[in-house]
């Protein structure tokens, strides 16, 4: 009888929803309106709030309206060294996604072995952050690692301090982050190579077109939004950069690889300045939700979108 | 595409062999550029490999052995004696699959109810879901903290597993929303009208059919899990606790100074530490490759 019931209350669909379905639909959700309430909103205003409190452990949290941003913007002179670092990190983003783009090409094409290539290109990225890390550490070893042993054996060069030089320890790391450009990126610009419909080509070679105009005037146009997409999720990554740098460095040498996050983390939970340690992550929320805004803004002038030629892939 | 268009049209026309000549060259050429590029990624993890298996005094040759000789398998022991280092393989792997297994299972709960039921304000709250997305975990971390603080949950894995039972993160509610809604809303007409409940329905019907995308999610729950730093750093206080993260940092600073019985230094276990730690990894990328490339392109495309 009840089934009954809730099948002309579908017949009459647009009309009203049956009570019985609304509170299953409500029940089913209950699980993530209770995770948002806790560990997502929740969260959010109580930190917004202790941003704006003088907040070390034991003690309880005292207003002191703006003095943290204050501190943050004028004193802590930690503040704009980090972002300085993280913004060299940036270099980092293009640099990738063009390893990315160009490992890509290499294998957007008939080659014996394909996949094999795909799988090696793919593997580092999958290798965890602290293996990789331990891992260009030995072999960046400044005295005994295998890169300068090499340098001076073939070159009688003397190769730099890499992760132990305040000039080279950024530029170390970036260097690394390359190693794992045959990852996710480069999976998704593959994808989105081998969506660009063949005819496109064929016509641009019956105009006389060359390698050039093809590669400038149809695969970046047509790639566009898909090196938009990993444009920012690349930004955002950088600026949240935090294990790595964790493990390699501890910010170090003398502050040259201290990145915003591992600030945030050290004030918050080494030296327990939580109210501080909030008011820092809303800045760099602010920063992240700046770099969102600024680049979906910026692409409307340069994406190419096609809606009809691009399908999904994975649909 | 280049190269592949302009051979193709040079078929048949002797005048020009010239430009086919020159195509094929180019390809030869790419070729070798690919298989280049590939030995050069390919490299670490063949030095990783190599460099877990030398014995302490290999580790600092100039110029270094390219094969350890002989291959010291006992690494793999010794690396457990210096520091209970197979204890923290078992508590991250405990971590991983109680973590992944909540978020499973609540996202995609949660996306049943989504994709199935109509109820007010359903699309503000799917809204409200996605934009979570944009809220870096580093805002939401010290009140987190101290909820757990005071739960009395700081130095268990609770904080790290238990959050996950809460809708398992926007994007896997979002992916079992999307998949469940290719399934035609009469099949859950049906099911109903032959007397099969809503949760028989989840479990007999859907889950069955979900298998891709709980694989897919599996994979990218486990990568999260596996590497978390901050976390395990935050939560997880006394030695016995630890990460396999937090046990190669332990490692380090453990075999900093000290010295095996022949006088070395002992760092080669880092890169021993290492291997044991991509191990897992690189075993779920094997045999799960199809999986995993799929997961990577949906995030990918939808974010």
């Known amino acids: 009888m009840r089934h009954l019931v809730l099948f002309e209350a579908r017949t009459r669909r647009q009309s009203q929803i049956s009570r019985v379905e609304q509170r299953w639909g409500y029940l089913l959700i209950s699980p993530w309106i209770l995770g948002f309430l806790f560990f997502s909103v929740g969260p959010m205003v109580a930190s917004l709030y202790l941003g704006f409190t003088n907040y070390e452990m034991p003690l309880p949290p005292r207003w002191i309206g703006l003095g943290n941003y204050v501190k943050a913007f004028t004193t802590d002179q930690l503040v704009p060294r980090s972002l300085l670092n993280t913004s060299f990190m940036l270099l980092g983003v293009p640099l990738g996604l063009g390893a990315s783009l160009l490992l890509a090409l290499l294998l957007d094409r008939e080659i014996p072995g394909r996949a094999v290539w795909r799988t090696v290109y793919y593997l580092p990225s999958i290798v965890p952050t602290v293996a990789t890390v331990m891992l260009f550490q030995y072999i960046f070893q400044p005295q005994y690692g295998l890169i300068n042993s090499l340098l001076w054996k073939a070159f009688g060069i003397e190769g730099p301090g890499w992760f132990n030089s305040v000039q080279w320890v950024k530029p170390t790391f970036i260097l690394m982050g390359l190693w794992a450009a045959g990852g996710p990126p480069m999976i998704i610009l593959l994808a989105g190579l081998q969506n660009i419909p063949q005819e496109l080509y064929e016509a641009a070679v019956v105009d006389g077109a060359g390698q050039w105009d093809k590669f400038a005037n149809i695969t970046i146009p047509m790639l566009s939004p898909t090196i938009f997409f990993n444009l920012i999720i690349g930004v955002i990554g950088t600026f949240k950069i935090f294990s790595a740098a964790y493990i390699g460095t501890a910010g170090g040498p003398a502050y040259a690889s201290y990145f915003y996050v591992l600030h945030i983390f050290y004030n918050a939970f080494s030296y327990w300045r939580s109210g501080y340690a909030s008011a820092l992550a809303w800045i760099l929320f602010m920063i992240i939700l700046f770099f969102t805004l600024v680049q979906f803004k910026a692409s409307e002038a340069w994406v190419y979108y096609e809606t009809t030629t691009m399908r999904q892939p994975g649909q | ?303």
Not at chain 2, 31 to 54: D, Q
Not at chain 2, 211 to 221: N, R, S
Not at chain 2, 267 to 289: N, Y
Request: glycine share 8%; net charge positive.
């Open chain 2, 1 to 303: 595409m280049p190269g592949k268009g302009l051979a193709d049209s040079s078929i048949g026309s002797p005048a020009l062999s010239g430009a086919k000549h020159g195509a094929r060259l180019w390809r030869v050429l790419l070729l070798v550029v690919t298989v280049l590029v590939g030995l050069v990624l390919a490299f670490p993890l063949y030095w990783a490999v190599t460099s877990a298996l030398k014995p302490a005094h290999e580790m600092r040759l100039v110029p270094p052995n390219w094969w350890p000789k002989p291959a010291q398998w006992h690494n793999f022991l010794e690396v457990g004696q210096v520091i209970p280092f197979y204890l923290f393989v078992r508590n991250t792997a405990v971590i991983t699959v109680l973590g992944s297994l909540g978020g499973v299972l609540s996202a995609s709960v949660v996306g049943y109810g989504f994709a199935f039921y109509r109820f007010r304000f359903r699309n503000a709250l799917f809204t409200l879901v996605l934009s979570t997305m944009m809220l870096p975990q580093e805002v939401t971390l010290i009140p987190t903290f101290l909820i757990f603080h005071r739960l009395g949950w700081v130095n268990t894995i609770k904080p790290l597993v238990v959050p996950h039972y809460f809708g398992g993160g926007a994007f896997s509610i979002f992916l079992f929303r999307q998949f469940f809604s290719s399934i035609p809303q009469d099949l859950h007409d049906a099911a109903k009208i032959d007397g099969c409940g809503p949760l028989r329905f989840y479990a007999r019907i859907l889950m069955p059919l979900s298998v891709p995308v709980i694989i897919t999610l599996c994979i990218l729950y486990f990568q999260y899990l596996w590497n978390d730093l901050m976390g395990p750093l935050i939560y997880l206080v006394s030695m016995e606790k630890y990460t396999v993260t937090q046990g190669m940092l332990f490692l380090r600073s453990t075999l900093t100074g000290t010295v095996s019985r022949t006088g070395k230094p002992m760092d080669h276990l880092l890169m021993t530490g290492s291997v044991i730690a991509m191990i897992p990894s690189l075993v779920i990328f094997f045999t799960l490759q199809r999986y995993f490339i799929r997961g990577v392109i949906m995030t990918g495309i939808k974010g």
